[in-house]
């Protein structure tokens, strides 16, 4: 089975609907028990003491908000080039989650900030970023309600994500030109030394993929009802016809 | 290139005849930067410190001002359904009409930056390099402004809706340019920020036209 | 009319792509030597800044090198290992100002003293347990606060 058949909708509804459960239970499981390990049952930090546990919400929200964002723009380019529907209706239910993951990881960060930083909101390369990023999702989501027909809808916002795309790469330089970080550098990386102690790295683990769950679940749900919203207004419409 | 050039020449008699669009940049943009000292106070040491961020901010705004008309007035009488099936690509037409709209809103702006600069109390050798950097940053502001204002040129009242998905796509030529006029005015080397500045311009005149021109298409499908 | 059309097209999509490469061209030059940030103390001895210049300084605050209790003026020295600059700033530090720790420093060299306006701590991308740091302290193979 190629993974296009996915993009048949009728098909789409029945497995998402049979693996949403699934999905969802997951999610509600590994998440609040991550979060639960994170928070209970590792040691304080070094030296940030307890404001370390922030990190179990501000990492993986802050890894969803970016990695949404690359999702819209390839759900859109999947739309652009062969006129999926579900693909585009991903797309825009995508995009008002991304936004909270964004609102999520910055309020967190200013939190962790306020103590360990001396203050919530410095204008840092990352934080700034994570505004602007914040900015485009207002305006993906702004352009997706101001337009009534659906297909044409998706196709104005797949061209702005792609445009966007270009400019939030490179807003995200520009940025750094505009000011020395005050962030620290990236804990988790693929090839670099570990920066983290197994203690605080595998909670950190749990929680990410629930998170991820959560995503997943939450993009289900969404994506289900454009389908189903799309189905009543072309009924609608031909019962008005 | 002559149904270019006439295209040019309708969009900018348009613009200088109708409405006046052309003057009321420049006069925002004045107005703009006069409301700052006295918001702030006239404390010139303070404004020749945020001099070039406060003229870059207020050159985007002037910028947005116009744009939301940029191709509705045509599509609302026809003009552009007429455009799309000439000789002339939609591509062609998107290029000439935000070359139009940099000529009448952008120009003018450079050209009266320096006054702007004097009375701001910007250091004298930092003014070539505001004049320099919005001659290289604003067609970029006219060019991405086409992109939005072809995705918004269906939706009724689209200004407010067009501001909040442009304005992010600016920020890449407002740091670079504030980032130019300041590095001068603090008597650093401002030619990387510049360059930059000018490869985000290009880089903007090679795609505005084709992102424009798709979402046109699609909104006159 | 629409092959007219079309080879215009054409005509503009070169142009597109020329643009296209002319800024990748343009941000290659304007980054052949890198970006600089912040100087080092060694860079600032190597070549020292006209008078009166605003930079950045970064490097690590020396050890025993801190000196607060004039008032609200504290005193420390920035090292990169080789060289290092004595540094003053009027103010309140931030949390994670701790000697041995990375910071960044913006203001004017002044009679070979740095004064600082403005003062950055970085913390770095390391978590580890309490007990941890203090056993790996003991041991002498981490030099942290």
Redesign the interface.
């Known amino acids: 089975m190629s993974l296009w058949e996915f993009a048949n909708p009728a098909r789409f509804m029945r497995i998402s609907g049979a693996a949403l459960p699934w999905v969802a239970g997951l999610a509600a499981v590994i998440l609040p028990a991550g979060l639960a390990w994170g928070f209970f049952l590792?040691?304080?930090?070094?030296?940030?003491?307890s404001t370390?546990k922030i990190?179990f919400v501000h990492v993986p929200a802050a890894m969803m908000a970016i990695n949404i964002y690359g999702m819209i723009v390839v759900a859109s380019l999947i739309w652009l080039i062969r006129r999926h529907h579900v693909s585009a209706l991903a797309a825009r239910a995508a995009a008002p989650i991304g936004a909270t993951m964004t609102v999520i990881a910055l309020l967190t960060g200013a939190l962790w900030g306020q103590?360990?930083?001396?203050?919530a909101w410095a204008w840092d390369p990352r934080l700034t970023s994570f505004f602007?990023l914040f900015?485009?999702y207002?305006?993906?989501i702004?352009?997706w309600a101001?337009?009534e027909d659906p297909d044409?809808a998706a196709?104005?916002t797949s061209?702005?994500a792609?445009?966007?795309s270009?400019?939030?790469v490179?807003?995200r330089y520009?940025?750094?030109?505009?000011s020395?970080?005050?962030h620290?550098?990236?804990?988790l990386s693929i090839d670099r030394d570990q920066?983290?102690?197994p203690?605080?790295w595998l909670p950190l683990l749990a929680c990410i993929a629930g998170f991820f769950l959560l995503f997943l679940a939450l993009l289900l749900v969404g994506t289900r009802t454009e389908i189903r919203a799309r189905r009543a207004r072309a009924l609608q419409l031909a019962m008005a016809g | 290139m002559r149904p270019a050039l006439a295209l040019l020449l309708r969009d900018l008699r348009l613009a200088l005849r109708a409405g006046g669009g052309a003057g009321l940049g420049l006069a925002f943009f004045l107005t703009c930067v006069l409301l700052m000292p006295l918001g702030i106070g006239p404390d010139l040491a303070m404004l020749s410190r945020i001099a070039p961020g406060l003229l870059w901010v207020a050159a985007l705004l002037a910028a947005l001002l116009s744009l939301d008309r940029l191709f509705q007035a045509d599509l609302e009488d026809g003009t552009l359904e007429v455009l799309a099936v000439s000789a002339l690509p939609l591509e062609a037409v998107a290029a000439v009409k935000a070359l139009a709209h940099w000529l009448t809103t952008g120009l003018p702006l450079v050209l009266a930056a320096p006054v702007l600069g004097l009375t701001l109390g910007l250091p004298a050798q930092a003014q070539p390099w505001l004049v320099a950097s919005l001659a290289a940053g604003t067609p970029a502001l006219s060019f991405i402004g086409a992109v939005g204002a072809g995705l918004t040129v269906g939706v009724r009242r689209g200004g407010l809706l067009l501001s909040v998905m442009v304005l992010p796509l600016y920020l890449p030529s407002l740091i670079f340019g504030a980032r130019t006029v300041a590095l001068a005015a603090q008597e650093l080397d401002p030619a990387r920020a510049f360059l930059l500045l000018g490869a985000i311009t290009v880089l903007s005149l090679g795609i505005g036209p084709f992102a424009a021109a798709a979402a046109l298409r699609i909104n006159l499908r | 009319m629409a092959g007219l059309r079309k080879r215009r097209r054409v005509r503009l999509i070169v142009a597109g792509l020329v643009l296209l490469a002319a800024a990748a061209a343009l941000v290659g030059y304007a980054m052949r030597d890198g970006i600089e940030f912040f100087r080092s103390p060694s860079q600032v001895v190597e070549a020292p800044p006209p008078p009166g210049e605003r930079f950045r300084l970064g490097g690590l605050v020396e050890e025993g090198s801190v000196v607060r209790g004039q008032g609200e003026t504290v005193s420390f020295r920035i090292t990169d290992g080789a060289n290092s600059i004595a540094v003053t700033h009027v103010g309140v530090l931030p949390d994670l100002f701790a000697e041995g720790q990375g910071v960044i420093v913006t203001g004017h060299l002044r009679a070979g003293v740095f004064e600082a306006t403005e003062v950055l701590a970085k913390h770095d991308e390391k978590y580890m347990p309490r007990e941890v740091a203090d056993a790996l302290k003991e041991q002498g193979v981490y030099r942290g606060d």
Do not use: C, E, H
């Open positions: 590792t040691p304080d930090d070094y030296r940030q003491g370390v990190i103590p360990m930083w001396g203050t602007i900015l485009f207002v305006g993906y702004a352009l101001a337009i044409k196709d104005l061209v702005l792609m445009v966007g270009v400019f939030a490179l807003s520009a940025v750094n030109f505009w020395q970080g005050l620290q550098g990236a804990t920066n983290i102690d203690v605080f």
